[in-house]
C-alpha cells in the first residue's frame, strides 16, 4: 500500500469520528478481536490466520475513554510518520505521545506497555501493516550469498560482504531485488552455524544464499524470507536446533504466529521446508553421545506444541513424540562432534540434494 | 600473532609436559589467578588490568586431573584449528571434545560450563588472545559509514550498504582498513536508536562512521573499535541510555571488562568519550516529563558502580549521585519527546561541537 493510501485511511478514520460528533452520536470504533479464541489455523494455506470477531471501543463507555482518546493519538501521530516520510521505532511513537494533558494532571501515556497493543488495534481496524504505518521493531539478522539488492539508492552485492554480511534491518519494504541467483534460501537458527557455514563456503559450493535469525526471527528477517519466496520463488529451507524451541521458531517462519496472526500473509511463508536437527538424525548421523537430556521446561514446550493445530502434519507429531520418548534434544553444533566441516560437507548436502525434509 | 607463533607455543606447552615426565617429574602448568582479587584498576593507562598472581595445576593433585587432562585437550584442539586454518565457536570447541575415554565410563566432558574458563586460563598462560586461538564468541552489532573494509578480499564501502550496513562478524582481526574518511566513530547503544541517525543521514551530514553495539559490546565489535582508535587514530564518541546499565557499557567498551581483563589492551579503548544521556541533560534539555522512575534493581546497580574504582572521576561520581538524588533514568529514545530529528540535528551535535563530552 502506498504512503498515500495509508495516510487516507488514517484520515478517513478521523472524520468517521467526527461526522458521529457532528451528528451528535458517540463516537466509536470497531476494533478486530486479538485473543487466541479469534486465531485460527488454515489447514490449506498453512498460515494462522485471524477471525473476524469484532469489539466496539466506545468514547462514552469510562472504561473505554483513555484507550480511545489513546488510540486517535497514535493515529495522529502515525499520520505525520507517513506524511512526512519518517519512521519511529515503537518506543520513540511512546515518547511522542507522552504529556501531560493541558489544564489536566492526567497523562496521556504512563508506559509503552499502554501504547504497544494499540498499535496492533490500529493495524487490524484498518488491515494496514505496522511498516506501512511507518513504525518499525527491532532488527535481528544477517544475510550473505548471490543477491543483489537495491537498498535506499545503494546497490549491494551480498557476495561481497566477505565473511561479515548484510545487517538485515527491521523494515525490508524498501529493498529492491536486482539478482537473485540461488537455488534455495537456507535460513539458519544461530548465528554461530551461520559463521560455521561461511567458512566453509557453503554458499558459494552450494548455490544458495544464507540468513540468520539469531533464535526467533525478528519482522523483518521474517518479511525478507517471505519476499524472497513469493517475489523470487525461491526454495527456503530452514535448519535449526533440534528441540521444541527450535522448531517454534521454524513453524513462526512458516505459518506464522498467534500475536501476529493479521500479518501471516506477509510475514509468514508457507512453502518452508525443514532439513534438521531431526531426531532421526540422531540415529542416523551417530551423534547419541551429543544430545542433552530434555529439562522439565522442554517437556512442558513439547507438550504445548502437540496441541497446536499446525503441529499435527504426522512429520512433526512423530518427532515430537520421538523427543519425548528418548527423553533428548540435540543443538545444530553437536554435528561438530564429527568434524568442524561436517555440516558442510556431508549432513546439510546429504540431507537437501536426497529431499530429507519435513513440511 | 602469526598462526604460526601461536602454533609453537601451544606445541611447546606439551613439549614441556612431555619432558617433565622424560624426568619422572610431575606434570604441572602455571595458571595466572583471573578471580576480582587479581584485577586491579590502571589509572594511568585508564584500563583494567590483570595482576600477576599464579596458581599451579598439578597433574598428580587429584582435585586437579580431570582439568589438567581438560585444559591439554583443548590446547591440542586448538593447535588443529591454527594449523589447519579454521575458526570454530566455542560451544563447536565443546562438541569437538567431547567423548568417553576409551577402556572407561568417564566422558571427557560433560557441560560446556567446563570447558569455557578452561579457554580462558589457556589464553593466560599462554599469553594469545581467544581469537588467535582461532576460537571465537558470539557477534552483534552493525557498521555504517565512510569506511572501506577489505574482508577476505572483499572490498567492502560501509557507506553503500543503504540502511541495512555490515553485520559485524566475532572476529574482526582479518579486516583491513583501506580507507577511514570520518571525524570520529559514534558507538550508539540501541539498535533503534542507531536506525534513528541512519534515517537522519547523521553519518553523511556529521562526517562520522557508527557502530551500534545492540546492548553490551561483543567482542567483536569492541575490538573493531579498538582497531579504529588505535590504528586510525579515530576519536570514538559513546552515546548510551541514561542509567546505570548504560553507563556500565560504555565503561566496558572504555576500560575493558573484568572477566577478560587479560584482553583489556585489545578490548578496552581508553580514548573513549561519552556524549550522553546525563543526568544534566535532563535539565538542559527540558526532559523531565519523560524520564523513568529508578527500580531497586537500577538503585543496587548505582551503589555498585559508586565503588568500582573506574566510576571515581569526578564527572562520573556526579552523574551516578545525581541519578540517585533525583531518582530517575533517562533512555536516548526520550529525545524523540522533542521531536524524531532532535537528537540528530540539535542534541548530538551540539554535544559533540562543544565538546560537552564526559571522560
Redesign the interface.
Known amino acids: 500500500m502506498s504512503d498515500k493510501e495509508v495516510a487516507k485511511k488514517l484520515v478517513d478514520l478521523g472524520k468517521e469520528l467526527e461526522s458521529l460528533i457532528q451528528k451528535g452520536r458517540e463516537p466509536k470504533m470497531t476494533v478486530p478481536q486479538r485473543g487466541r479464541s479469534n486465531v485460527s489455523f488454515d489447514e490449506e494455506a498453512n498460515l494462522l490466520r485471524m477471525g473476524d470477531k469484532d469489539s466496539s471501543r466506545n468514547f462514552l463507555n469510562v472504561a473505554h475513554t483513555k484507550k480511545f482518546m489513546q488510540t486517535t493519538l497514535i493515529a495522529s501521530k502515525c499520520r505525520d ?1 507517513v506524511e512526512s516520510g ?4 515503537i ?3 511512546y ?2 505521545m ?3 494533558i493541558k489544564g489536566t494532571k492526567e497523562n496521556t501515556f504512563e508506559d509503552q506497555s499502554e501504547s504497544d497493543p494499540l498499535i496492533v488495534d490500529l493495524e487490524t481496524m484498518l488491515s494496514v501493516l505496522r511498516e506501512e504505518l511507518h513504525l ?1 521493531a ?2 535481528k539478522g ?1 544475510l550473505i550469498g548471490n543477491i543483489v ?8 552485492d551480498c557476495s ?11 523494515i525490508v519494504e ?1 529493498y529492491k531485488f536486482q539478482e537473485v541467483d540461488a537455488d534455495y534460501c537456507l535460513v539458519i537458527e544461530t ?2 552455524m551461520f ?2 557455514l561461511v ?1 566453509e563456503k557453503f554458499p558459494q559450493k552450494n548455490n544458495c544464499i544464507m540468513v540468520s535469525t539469531k533464535g526467533q526471527a525478528a519482522r523483518g528477517c521474517r518479511r525478507l524470507v517471505n519476499r524472497l519466496s513469493r517475489e523470487e520463488k525461491l526454495p527456503i529451507i530452514m535448519f535449526t536446533d533440534g528441540d521444541p524451541w527450535g522448531y517454534y521458531i521454524y513453524s513462526v517462519v512458516k505459518a506464522g504466529s498467534m500475536a501476529l496472526a493479521h500479518e501471516s500473509e506477509r510475514l509468514g511463508t508457507p512453502e518452508t521446508q525443514f532439513v534438521g536437527m531431526t531426531m532421526s538424525d540422531v540415529e542416523d548421523f551417530g551423534l547419541e ?2 544430545t542433552e537430556q530434555l529439562k522439565d521446561v522442554d517437556k512442558k514446550r513439547i507438550r504445548e506444541l502437540l496441541q497446536y493445530p499446525w503441529f499435527q502434519k504426522k512429520e512433526w507429531r512423530r518427532e515430537l513424540k520421538l523427543m519425548e520418548q528418548k527423553g533428548v534434544r540435540i ?1 545444530q ?5 564429527k ?2 566441516e561436517f555440516v558442510a560437507k556431508e549432513y546439510l548436502p546429504e540431507k537437501i540434494n536426497s529431499k530429507q525434509l519435513l513440511p
Chains 1, 2 share one sequence.
Request: charged share 35%; proline share 2%; net charge negative.
Open positions: 510518520f519518517k519512521t519511529a521505532s518506543r520513540e511513537l515518547y511522542q507522552k504529556h501531560t518499525k527491532d532488527d544477517t539488492i537495491e537498498d535506499t539508492g545503494d546497490v549491494i561481497k560482504l566477505g565473511r561479515s554480511g548484510l545487517s538485515i534491518p527491521s524498501h548465528g554461530a559463521d560455521r567458512e553421545k551429543v543443538e553444533q553437536a554435528l561438530a562432534s568434524s568442524l
